[in-house]
């Protein structure tokens, strides 16, 4: 009955972590990893997510001849304008929905720019008269004809010209917006989802792709998409792919291997179990602690945990017909012990509660290896017969005794060129590390030079830089907008952008609104400056008692705030711009065609109750990347001397700690100084991967350190770290080919480290041993 009751516990423990797993929230969020003492980061980390330049999608039709590109410019503008999936679809022609132009009209007074007293005088009405006359004879006649007479002063037209653009207008042919050699007719698609959410964007982009199928068909038109959506989805699913082929073909790799080497299925499901209790373990300690699990985190939890796979082979290799399975566990569990121990104190020191991200990778690994250890410890020598013995396909014979041969010179001369290595990579002093996560994008080259080119033809705003405002509340961030609003007009007259966008230009502040319609004259003089304006111009009488009307009725008007305008495509585009957050409201200007970001940012004003961050994506990004990796070092050497502690403390002998430390200590230099002579720098997938190098390579270090003379037990700790060796090669190595930036760095060095561990500690952790002694 007892030896049922370990199975037995492990299955309820396996059900309740699978349970609690698959009702855990899985997220995708950066800001796990960033800093929450920081507010730029945490400005930074919410523009990341659902900032209004990650909702953009940019498109270019291309091919055919100019003509039916504007006509597949309209037709496809017009199909995407009904689904509800758009917040706002623009190509340059002149289309806005009955209803948001009828609200337009109305608010007209409070929201136009060019609203000023001069606007009313005799003068001011003249002049505004003789442009709308102009414009009757122009192709705007139809427009200017419906709103003339409540209108004369033209606002609605300045409000329909803000509304199209916002930021620098493409040059036009056949009334709708090109490129400026003509090659592409070009449309600016604003989704109602944020960009970082990938399910809405694919959506977003099927639905393009169905709607331009619709509107080019017969024509030779080619449909060209870019933008953060689109790239982020497209890197998605290149990554998934990838990953899934790869990961596939090295499980049935490894699985080969075992089947080779042991001749036995058995061996293949009981390995299997310590990694099921390890992902399981893992995941469920991390919902319970945080609430939810990082993606990330998971994908490199389980790279750390590959090691899991060791515990189960060490117990194959070392099974001899006269110990039972538990007299070999617990031969083992000295040694055992302390390489779970090394490693899970490798994880608890990236421990902070100022870096979630960063304490939910070492949760995760730290649970993930207590289990994995505790399966191979109890639950296998409760499953497997008292006398099983894996089967071999070629006995452990002399040449084992001929490689575990100490060669102190070899050792010696190891030491030497690890030293020699470290020396030249100090002097050198080569840029070590990679801060630009655009170097580890799955993205091609061309796509992101095509969203470059018709990133320049639009005007659109740029990805990388961005105003954000942090206010108390939303008028106090729409008058700070305003004030920067001058600043940036100042700016752009001296050349330093091309322009901008912002809340305050569809919404201005009450205030503002207020102050227009102080501006607005009375009734009496209203009418005496517009009869005087009328003298000579051929208008017919009456014709303008609208635009008294609506005058007055503006005068007395409510201000209109964010809530007024909920549920209009004008509150929509003021919603993507200004929103509320945990600690008040942020409102943004996205900026285009920036040429000097540093005086941008040094004459920002700034607030007595707000204040204003100019925020460049790239170097802000990078800036977090190297905050996090400096972190992650900094922890990882507290681990460093955690590790020596508790190895010390388990060997008592501090030649045992020597060489059971140093080989590895050999190993990550070799490793570093390899990647940098293959042209890589170091990334933060290269830092995580070296935490793997230094868990495997303690191992190697302390079971090759061993004391002892039985021949017997060396040859089999060799097999089973020849084994773990060789699945660690098959499954990194094939990583290593992957195209991917980001797999081929985890592939890389974990290859590297893993074949350079093994070799020092086989090398030197004998030598070190019987020479101290």
């Given at each position: 009955m007892r030896r049922w009751s370990i199975p037995l516990l492990w299955l309820l423990a396996a059900l309740g972590c699978g349970w609690i797993v698959l009702t855990a929230p899985v997220a995708?969020?950066?800001?796990?990893?960033?800093?929450?003492?920081?507010?730029?980061?945490?400005?930074?980390?919410?523009?990341?997510?659902?900032?209004?330049?990650?909702?953009?999608?940019?498109?270019?039709?291309?091919?055919?001849?100019?003509?039916?590109?504007?006509?597949?410019?309209?037709?496809?503008?017009?199909?995407?304008?009904?689904?509800?999936?758009?917040?706002?679809?623009?190509?340059?022609?002149?289309?806005?929905?009955?209803a948001e132009l009828q609200a337009l009209f109305?608010?007209?007074?409070?929201?136009?720019?060019?609203?000023?007293?001069?606007?009313?005088?005799?003068?001011?009405?003249?002049?505004?008269?003789?442009?709308?006359?102009?414009?009757?004879?122009?192709?705007?006649?139809?427009?200017?004809?419906?709103?003339?007479?409540?209108?004369?002063?033209?606002?609605?037209?300045?409000?329909?010209?803000?509304?199209?653009?916002?930021?620098?207008?493409?040059?036009?042919?056949?009334?709708?917006?090109?490129?400026?050699?003509?090659?592409?007719?070009?449309?600016?698609?604003?989704?109602?989802?944020?960009?970082?959410?990938?399910?809405?964007?694919?959506?977003?982009?099927?639905?393009?792709?169905?709607?331009?199928?619709?509107?080019?068909?017969?024509?030779?038109?080619?449909?060209?998409?870019?933008?953060?959506?689109?790239?982020?989805?497209?890197?998605?699913?290149?990554?998934?792919?990838?990953?899934?082929?790869?990961?596939?073909?090295?499980?049935?790799?490894?699985?080969?291997?075992?089947?080779?080497?042991?001749?036995?299925?058995?061996?293949?499901?009981?390995?299997?179990?310590?990694?099921?209790?390890?992902?399981?373990?893992?995941?469920?300690?991390?919902?319970?602690?945080?609430?939810?699990?990082?993606?990330?985190?998971?994908?490199?939890?389980?790279?750390?945990?590959?090691?899991?796979?060791?515990?189960?082979?060490?117990?194959?290799?070392?099974?001899?017909?006269?110990?039972?399975?538990?007299?070999?566990?617990?031969?083992?569990?000295?040694?055992l012990r302390l390489c779970v121990a090394t490693t899970m104190l490798g994880c608890l020191a990236m421990l902070d509660a100022d870096f979630p991200g960063l304490s939910q990778l070492g949760v995760f690994t730290v649970a993930g290896i207590a289990a994995a250890v505790a399966t191979t410890r109890w639950l296998l020598p409760a499953l497997l017969p008292p006398d099983w013995m894996p089967p071999r396909p070629t006995a452990i014979g002399p040449w084992a005794d001929r490689v575990l041969q100490p060669r102190p010179r070899l050792a010696l001369a190891l030491g030497g060129c690890g030293l020699l290595a470290l020396l030249i990579l100090i002097g050198k002093a080569p840029a070590l590390w990679e801060n630009d996560l655009a170097a580890l994008s799955p993205v091609p080259h061309e796509l992101l030079r095509l969203d470059q080119e018709l990133r320049t033809a639009l005007g659109a705003p740029e990805v990388g830089h961005l105003i954000a405002i942090t206010a108390p509340d939303a008028e106090t961030a729409l008058r700070h907008g305003e004030t920067i609003a001058a600043y940036l007009d100042e700016r752009q007259r001296e050349g330093a952008l091309a322009g901008y966008d912002g809340a305050m230009r569809y919404l201005p502040s009450a205030q503002m609104q207020q102050q227009r319609?102080?501006?607005?004259?009375?009734?009496?003089?209203?009418?005496?400056?517009?009869?005087?304006?009328?003298?000579?111009?051929?208008?017919?009488?009456?014709?303008?008692?609208?635009?008294?009307?609506?005058?007055?009725?503006?005068?007395?008007?409510?201000?209109?705030?964010?809530?007024?305008?909920?549920?209009?495509?004008?509150g929509t585009r003021v919603n993507a711009l200004l929103f509320p957050g945990e600690h008040g409201w942020t409102a943004l200007?996205?900026?285009?065609?920036?040429?000097?970001?540093?005086?941008?940012?040094?004459?920002?004003?700034?607030?007595?109750?707000?204040?204003?961050?100019?925020?460049?994506?790239?170097?802000?990004?990078?800036?977090?990347?190297?905050?996090?990796?400096?972190?992650?070092?900094?922890?990882?050497g507290w681990g460093a001397v955690l590790i020596v502690a508790v190895v010390w403390l388990g060997l008592r002998a501090w030649r045992q700690v020597i060489a059971a430390l140093l080989p590895v200590g050999l190993a990550l230099v070799f490793t570093v100084a390899a990647l940098l002579a293959l042209g890589e720098r170091l990334s933060l997938f290269h830092l995580v991967s070296l935490l793997l190098v230094l868990g495997v390579g303690v191992d190697y270090g302390l079971f090759f350190s061993r004391p002892g003379a039985d021949p017997d037990l060396r040859r089999r700790t060799l097999h089973a770290l020849l084994v773990c060796c060789g699945s660690a090669l098959i499954v990194f190595?094939?990583?290593?080919?992957?195209?991917?930036?980001?797999?081929?760095?985890?592939?890389?060095?974990?290859?590297?480290?893993?074949?350079?561990?093994?070799?020092?500690?086989?090398?030197a952790a004998r030598p070190l041993l019987t020479r101290m002694s």
């Open positions: 995708a969020d950066l800001a796990l990893f960033a800093s929450r003492a920081d507010p730029v980061t945490e400005l930074l980390l919410e523009q990341l997510r659902s900032g209004p330049t990650t909702r953009l999608i940019l498109l270019g039709l291309a091919g055919d001849v100019e003509p039916e590109r504007a006509a597949v410019s309209q037709r496809l503008a017009e199909r995407l304008r009904v689904n509800r999936e758009f917040a706002r679809v623009a190509n340059g022609a002149d289309a806005l929905p009955e109305a608010h007209r007074y409070r929201l136009s720019p060019t609203v000023a007293p001069e606007r009313f005088t005799v003068e001011g009405l003249r002049t505004g008269l003789q442009q709308r006359l102009a414009e009757l004879q122009s192709p705007l006649a139809v427009f200017q004809k419906r709103w003339l007479a409540g209108d004369p002063t033209g606002e609605l037209l300045t409000l329909f010209k803000q509304w199209q653009g916002g930021l620098r207008e493409p040059a036009k042919r056949r009334g709708v917006w090109f490129s400026p050699d003509g090659e592409r007719a070009l449309l600016l698609v604003e989704t109602q989802a944020s960009g970082y959410d990938l399910a809405a964007q694919r959506a977003a982009v099927t639905a393009i792709r169905a709607a331009f199928a619709a509107a080019s068909t017969g024509t030779g038109v080619r449909l060209e998409m870019s933008g953060p959506g689109v790239l982020a989805t497209l890197a998605a699913d290149t990554i998934r792919g990838q990953a899934e082929w790869l990961s596939t073909l090295a499980l049935a790799a490894v699985v080969l291997l075992l089947l080779l080497v042991y001749r036995s299925a058995r061996t293949v499901w009981m390995g299997a179990l310590p990694m099921l209790s390890s992902l399981l373990a893992g995941a469920a300690a991390v919902d319970l602690i945080f609430g939810k699990m990082y993606l990330i985190t998971l994908a490199f939890s389980m790279t750390l945990l590959g090691e899991t796979l060791d515990y189960p082979t060490y117990l194959f290799s070392h099974r001899r017909a006269a110990d039972t399975v538990a007299d070999t566990v617990r031969q083992l569990w000295p040694t319609q102080a501006w607005l004259p009375d009734a009496a003089t209203l009418t005496a400056n517009l009869n005087a304006a009328l003298a000579g111009l051929p208008f017919k009488p009456g014709l303008f008692a609208p635009f008294l009307d609506a005058i007055a009725a503006a005068r007395t008007a409510p201000p209109l705030r964010p809530e007024d305008v909920r549920g209009t495509l004008l200007l996205p900026l285009s065609g920036v040429r000097d970001a540093q005086a941008l940012a040094a004459g920002l004003p700034q607030g007595e109750a707000s204040r204003a961050y100019y925020l460049d994506l790239r170097a802000e990004t990078n800036r977090l990347v190297a905050g996090f990796r400096e972190a992650t070092l900094a922890r990882i190595g094939m990583l290593s080919t992957s195209a991917l930036p980001a797999l081929r760095a985890i592939g890389l060095t974990v290859s590297l480290g893993v074949a350079a561990s093994f070799l020092a500690a086989l090398i």
